[in-house]
């Protein structure tokens, strides 16, 4: 009985490459061709450059981890674990920044948040 030999590949075929979003690409967490999309298809002009969308989730990403860093400062100095919309209305109310950018939002369910500043 005759065995056969296996023939071993000797041509390089090409690996897949793996596939990155454009999130992934730029370190981000919001996504970025949601936000391009809506850029494209609302009222404003419809040739917009592909890293605008990346700038503006950059942005807006910067804004939330700052909010979210805040409100739980003010969780904590509270005595409480979770994040509620109270303590982000702190947050924004205490921060100069953030007032002067989000001061006429309105948070639903934030309380009265002068009593205590």
Known sequence: MRTQKTKKSTSKAAKPVKRLRKEQKAGLILPVARI?????TGQWNPRTSPIAAVYIAAAVE????????????WAEAMERVRVTPLFVA????ADPELDALLGDA????????EYVL
Not at 90 to 93: D, E
């Open 62 to 73: 910067h804004v939330l981890r700052r909010i979210l860093a805040l409100s739980m400062v």
């Open 106 to 113: 309105m948070f639903k369910d934030g309380g009265a948040a």
């Open 36 to 40: 391009e999309r809506r850029l494209r």
């Open 90 to 93: 702190l947050a924004v109310k």
